[in-house]
């Protein structure tokens, strides 16, 4: 099951954090089809959030067919984002890891080498040939 996490700092409303993270694990392969994600009230207890941001969330998440909401029984995942893609994550993730360690070993703390990755992410990809 999904644990979710806030970031004050983000600058993202809480209830976009929610249904990110979601969609994040439905794309990574964590939350699949079936799934029951989290109650109201267990998110509530474990990230100290408004009940009525999660439903918000929640409901966003129904609005773009990714879960269902039955009445007390809780919400489920209705289908998954994952694609053909999934199997090069394993690879992807083991040079990625390796990279970070060596950023640190560097000396950038977290929020520089977030600052380079948003910054490379977002530079336009010049194909090789």
């Not at 989290?38 to 773009?64: S, W």
């Not at 289908?79 to 053909?84: F, G, H, I, N």
Request: zero cysteines; charged letters at 25%; proline letters at 3%.
């Amino acid at each position: 099951m999904i644990e979710f996490h806030l970031d004050a700092r983000s600058g993202v409303a809480n209830y976009m954090q929610l249904i990110h993270q979601v969609r994040h694990a439905m794309r990574l392969g964590l939350l699949n089809e079936g799934d029951r994600l989290p109650t109201v009230k267990e998110v509530v207890a474990k990230v100290a959030i408004n009940p009525n941001t999660v439903l918000k969330a929640y409901r966003e998440l129904e609005y773009e067919g990714l879960v269902t909401l039955r009445t007390g029984v809780g919400t489920f995942v209705t289908r998954t984002l994952t694609d053909e893609s999934l199997g090069a994550h394993g690879p992807l993730r083991l040079k990625l890891q390796q990279w970070l360690a060596e950023a640190r070993r560097a000396g950038l703390d977290e929020e520089s080498i977030e600052a380079l990755l948003l910054s490379t992410f977002r530079e336009p990809v010049e194909e090789k040939a």
